[in-house]
């Protein structure tokens, strides 16, 4: 009777043993998305269900550099007993993980000066050690730089003169590039792998990733995410475009699997986004998860998740290395959060589909030179995070007078269809939005339950499509080009998150003007790599002057250069006059899946709006960047919405049992670590997106 019990406890035992990987420290939080795997989870539970509610802050630092727009998206790591981050004007930092206290920050622009003074967003830094070597590398702007992580002073010895521009080595005859390195790199023995952000017009860099030696700066591997002639992919573009061809980057950062020396990386849409018939094709390997070796760069597998794009659905963030039990067997599995709202799993070695993804025939585009897919890889599982269509009867009827102005602004649209193709004629409902669905703040999994959290932004956007003006007009081609998709064509673009320019000769000469351009400015990247004739020209369009004799020898310049046939209109959300949603809410979501079987266990709405609240609508949610916190404690932490709160959710139901007023938004991911006994988690608010900017991080803990 023994001898057969025996084998059976062995396996229950093993079976135990086997439900996390033994690897990962998940008390550690050095790594973008806390643990190496890119779990967001913390096995600390010091603070825990029981005693959440006596949260206070602990310590805040104030950087002192926001300005109007300005954003804090970075999560910290902490080493050491040093926590590391990046300001409002990108400066670096290390505070006493404990007090809060600054121990250094450096100022990148120390070394590349004021003139590159803009640099885009930092959603983190990369920390590598070899014996008494340790470095914190990070990205400002084009540029990837390493600094002494102990001192912040630069290490001078890294790239040329402590900086290595990712511009040069795209195997590209360009360099003249807008490159943000915005994402943190991840590290591999001595590499550090880097995406980066790029235009998403005509004029982008092909996103290929790039490995450097983290010592020397040196290139050490480049893998060609818009493949080269005679590399596998090619055939899936026009090849008598491809060389034009930008994007499929890396801008959601990546996930390592240190055990089997594989790098996981996510790509976004190739250019341009909404238009691509220059691009014919499934576009590989724009929109797919790469498994790369990231000791050479080569090709592992990879599952492209939209086939050529025209939506904007780039993979918005670095996928999670999960351990899942499926008909009682263990499978290492890489998750992959999307904006459409799905969630696509993988065996990390095979890239096999842990569940059946279905290539499902979808709408077909009619713009003029224009050749979508017929078909769209669809999952049966897990569950969708979010509701995955858009119909009339989900028109937001809170009040009639917000139904009625919806209806308006629908009356000639088309909705109704998740792949629905922009469309000539008439405007088209796009649901999930450009902004999700999924967003960068990235998903966490409880490697103990097997539970995956993920928020959502369930918003309906508009895309409108109008004929290129070319050659009618250089000044409105060039804006256009360049600055159309955000400020829209008409120029009102979306206050408050992106300013008109309508009534710019009243604050600016021609002069000045020219110079934001070149420099750049908050949110609006640098157009310090297109020429000065083309800032000329734009800033005279904008400020209504008339057209300078040599436009039309610059028209025959420009004669060249590849052009979308149809541009769309601008980055815009469906909202009533005053600003509402034109949904139904709730318009931000958390959702909890079981990744055992797919199914959803929980979902509720993030975030609240006061004002409705106080008409006596329930909690509808928010709009939301940034991503959740699991921990042993029982607890889901997040910020992300934008009304300045920070809560703690029970894991395992999703009733809230804990939120707190922060300085600003927090749109960013939390970070949490133990210091001496104590149990901190912190937050950065650097608020944006349509909301007050701030320059703090704010720690909580339990009283002493």
Not at 642 to 653: S, V, Y
Request: negative net charge.
């Amino acid at each position: 009777m023994k001898l057969k019990i025996l084998p059976l406890l062995y396996s229950i035992v093993l079976l135990a043993c086997q439900s996390e990987p033994a690897k990962v420290d998940y008390t550690d939080w050095s790594h973008y998305g806390g643990p190496s795997d890119g779990s967001r989870y913390s096995s600390l539970s010091q603070i825990n269900r029981g005693n959440v509610d006596q949260l206070e802050v602990a310590w805040i630092y104030n950087s002192g550099d926001a300005t109007d727009r300005s954003q804090i998206q970075c999560q910290p790591i902490m080493k050491n007993g040093l926590l590391y981050g990046s300001t409002p004007s990108l400066n670096i930092f290390a505070l006493n993980a404990e007090t809060g206290e600054e121990v250094w920050r450096f100022d990148p622009f120390e070394i590349l000066g004021g003139e590159n003074s803009w640099a885009g967003t930092n959603r983190g830094v990369t920390y590598w050690e070899k014996g008494e070597d340790k470095r914190i590398l990070f990205g400002a702007g084009n540029w990837l730089m390493a600094l002494d992580a102990e001192t912040g002073e630069a290490q001078l010895d890294f790239g040329d003169n402590g900086k290595v521009d990712l511009r040069k080595n795209l195997d590209t005859e360009r360099e003249d590039f807008l490159i943000v390195a915005n994402a943190p790199g991840v590290i591999y023995e001595d590499l550090i792998i880097m995406g980066m952000r790029l235009s998403e017009g005509l004029d982008a860099a092909p996103g290929h990733i790039r490995a450097y030696n983290v010592i020397s700066g040196e290139l050490e591997w480049i893998f060609h995410t818009i493949p080269h002639k005679g590399e596998f992919g090619f055939n899936t573009w026009n090849s008598e475009y491809i060389s034009e061809i930008g994007g499929a980057n890396n801008w959601a950062g990546m996930v390592m699997d240190y055990d089997r020396g594989i790098v996981f990386v996510p790509t976004g849409s190739a250019t341009y986004d909404f238009y691509g018939g220059y691009r014919h094709g499934d576009n590989l390997f724009a929109n797919s998860l790469l498994a790369l070796d990231a000791k050479t760069g080569k090709r592992i597998w990879h599952f492209q998740g939209v086939h050529h794009d025209v939506w904007d659905r780039d993979f918005p963030a670095n996928p999670n290395l999960i351990r899942i039990r499926k008909e009682g067997q263990w499978i290492d599995a890489v998750a992959q959060i999307s904006k459409q709202g799905y969630t696509y799993v993988f065996d990390r070695e095979t890239g096999e589909p842990i569940w059946e993804i279905e290539e499902k025939e979808v709408t077909q585009s009619i713009l003029p030179g224009e050749k979508t897919s017929p078909t769209q890889p669809i999952p049966s599982l897990p569950e969708p995070f979010m509701k995955m269509v858009f119909e009339r009867e989900d028109i937001l009827s809170l009040k009639e007078e917000w139904k009625a102005d919806i209806q308006n602004q629908l009356e000639n649209a088309l909705l109704g269809d998740t792949w629905l193709p922009p469309n000539p004629h008439k405007p088209i409902v796009l649901f999930p939005g450009m902004d999700g669905g999924g967003e960068w703040g990235g998903a966490a999994f409880d490697p103990k339950t097997q539970t995956f959290y993920v928020n959502a932004n369930q918003i309906p956007w508009i895309i409108n499509m109008t004929p290129n003006a070319k050659f009618e007009n250089l000044g409105q081609s060039i804006y256009t080009n360049y600055c159309g998709n955000c400020h829209g064509l008409d120029r009102k673009a979306n206050p408050p998150a992106i300013p008109s320019l309508i009534g710019l000769e009243e604050k600016y000469s021609r002069d000045s003007l020219v110079a934001l351009i070149r420099k750049g400015r908050g949110a609006m990247p640098a157009f310090d790599y297109i020429s000065e004739e083309e800032r000329l020209v734009l800033a005279d369009y904008l400020l209504g002057n008339a057209p300078a004799e040599g436009d039309k020898k610059e028209l025959e310049s420009l004669s060249s250069r590849l052009y979308p046939r149809y541009y769309m209109d601008g980055y815009k959300r469906l909202t009533t006059e005053e600003g509402l949603y034109g949904s139904q809410p709730p318009w931000g979501l958390l959702t909890a899946i079981d990744m055992n079987t797919g199914t959803k266990k929980w979902q509720i709405p993030l975030g609240e709006i006061d004002s409705l609240s106080a008409m006596g609508f329930e909690p509808t949610g928010t709009e939301n960047y940034g991503g959740p916190v699991v921990t042993a404690g029982g607890l889901l932490f997040i910020a992300a919405t934008k009304d300045e709160k920070i809560r703690a959710f029970d894991k395992e139901t999703g009733e809230k049992l804990w939120e707190a007023k922060l300085p600003a938004s927090g749109h960013a991911t939390p970070a949490m670590y133990e210091m001496n006994g104590r149990q901190f988690l912190v937050i950065a608010c650097g608020g944006g997106k349509g909301t007050p900017s701030g320059d703090s991080y704010v720690a909580f803990s339990l009283p002493d």
